[in-house]
């Protein structure tokens, strides 16, 4: 394992956000090892840094700028959130390599617990039964990634009704839970995506 691995369980979106930034500077300055935030934040939605503010259709829960890549999204209790700070060039990883490992590591994550999933040509994000499961939303900076992806495993989907998810009209959105139609505890997810990231990098 070349990376730190920090579970915050359950924290705001904006406290979380302030860890993985100074996360990154201290990578950046070599006093630390590459570190792998894991979280489920309270109800918020995000906006990228290109994203659609009409996106957002009815602002129940509270509304964060980012620098992230992507459109809108919700996160909440229930659903899993990876921050990954990775130095990629000491890994010697360009950004596309990154995402398609990233895509792997949730689909093989997915398939432990009987989940066929995909990735659309056109879309982002993790696919399953034509509904998405997971979002993908990074950035780059100084070869040092912060954001992630988040996974839904137990996720309250209603706060996707109320935006247009990721950009993406008419997406249906979809969670580990209502897939199997059975409650999975959260940390077998956990324990699942680390494995594969210790596979993958």
């Known amino acids: 394992m ?11 979106y904006n406290d979380t956000l302030k860890i993985q930034q100074d996360l990154r500077e201290q990578i950046a300055l070599n006093k630390l090892d ?9 109800h918020v939605y995000t906006l990228g840094k290109n994203a659609n503010p009409n996106n957002i259709l009815n602002d129940n829960c509270n509304i ?5 890549g ?7 209790p229930g659903q899993l959130v990876i921050y990954p700070i990775f130095n990629l060039k000491k890994k010697n990883i360009g ?4 995402i398609k490992k990233i895509e792997e590591i949730i689909q093989l994550t997915l398939a432990d617990f009987k989940i066929d999933s995909h990735v659309p040509f056109k879309e982002t994000g993790v696919w399953a039964n034509n509904k998405k499961i997971a979002s993908i939303g990074i950035h780059v900076s100084r070869g040092i990634t912060m954001h992630g992806f988040a996974i839904n495993v137990a996720t309250d989907l209603s706060y ?3 935006i247009v998810s990721c950009g993406i009209e008419g997406v249906k959105m979809t969670s580990v839970e209502k897939e199997l139609e059975k409650k999975i505890p959260m940390n077998d997810i956990k324990t699942a995506v680390i494995k594969y990231f210790n596979q993958q990098f």
């Not at 070349?2 to 705001?12: A, E, P, S, T, V």
């Not at 590459?34 to 309270?42: A, C, F, N, Q």
């Open 34 to 42: 590459d570190s792998l935030i894991i979280v489920e934040h309270d």
């Open 95 to 98: 950004v596309k390599t990154y």
């Open 64 to 68: 964060v700028q980012t620098d992230r």
């Open 70 to 76: 992507g459109d809108v999204t919700y996160h909440g």
């Open 160 to 162: 996707f009704d109320h």
């Open 2 to 12: 070349l990376f730190k691995i920090q579970d915050l369980q359950q924290l705001n």
